[in-house]
């Protein structure tokens, strides 16, 4: 069984960083690209980031690039994302998802973990 | 590829069809639109994927169907369980979701 543990979250100022982690199980984490998507309070969802297999294709939404950072080690089986510069608007809970496909980065996501909530408030 | 949803919200009676959209300003290449739902408090779950392919698990009361801008989810006899939030998804050259149709259960 898939599952997808996220862990990370709390409160942070304005300026500050998060360091977000999700621990991967139930596949085989370095044949899949992963992603983070979040979810403002009572907003829909909003892709975050994508990482590939190797680490070699990383794309980011317009809103985060500069002050996000994905990254994995698939010895550990962990995708990370690395949050500096937090703003009140990056207040979410952040999703960590699979691909769908093996090998494929910008594809649809197949599972989903059960999210960290990011809180950026002074 | 921008993608638009309509109805906001679906109100309807069990065993009634929900019929969803999801519109496009771009073909969507190769019908790489998926469809996730999000009940309340809960992660989204994939429902479909290349516009109609089921996901593992999925019953066969959700069915996805269309090509090039226009994409439709339907569900067909609807029960209390099915009250949440839909989202579809564009994938392959991009990624994006659409606003979300909340569909309500009377």
């Known amino acids: 069984e898939v599952q997808l543990l996220e862990s990370g979250g709390g409160l942070a100022q304005p300026g500050g960083s998060l360091r977000l982690s999700c621990a991967a199980s139930?596949?085989?984490?370095?044949?899949?690209?992963m992603y983070w998507v979040r979810q403002a309070p009572g907003k829909g969802l909003e892709w975050v980031s994508a990482l590939s297999v190797s680490g070699g294709n990383i794309y980011y939404a317009d809103s985060v690039k500069g002050r996000f950072t994905i990254s994995r080690d698939n010895s550990k089986n962990t995708l990370y994302l690395e949050m500096n510069g937090l703003r009140a608007e990056d207040t979410a809970v952040y999703y960590c998802?699979?691909?769908?496909?093996?090998?494929?980065?910008?594809?649809?996501?197949?599972?989903w973990g059960q999210g960290t909530l990011v809180t950026v408030s002074s | 590829n921008v993608l638009t949803q309509s109805p906001g919200t679906l109100s309807l009676s069990p065993g009634e069809r929900a019929t969803l959209s999801c519109r496009a300003s771009?073909?969507?290449?190769?019908?790489?639109l998926a469809w996730h739902q999000q009940r309340p408090g809960q992660a989204p779950r994939l429902l479909i994927y290349?516009?109609?392919s089921r996901a593992t698990g999925i019953p066969d009361r959700f069915s996805g169907s269309g090509s090039g801008t226009d994409f439709t989810l339907t569900i067909s006899r609807l029960e209390p369980g099915d009250s949440a939030v839909y989202y579809c998804q564009h994938y392959g050259t991009s990624l994006a979701f659409g606003g979300g149709t909340k569909v309500e259960i009377k």
């Open positions: 771009q073909s969507v290449t190769n019908n790489y």
């Open positions: 290349g516009a109609s």
């Open positions: 139930g596949f085989t984490f370095s044949t899949y690209a």
């Open positions: 998802a699979k691909s769908g496909g093996a090998y494929a980065h910008m594809w649809y996501f197949d599972h």
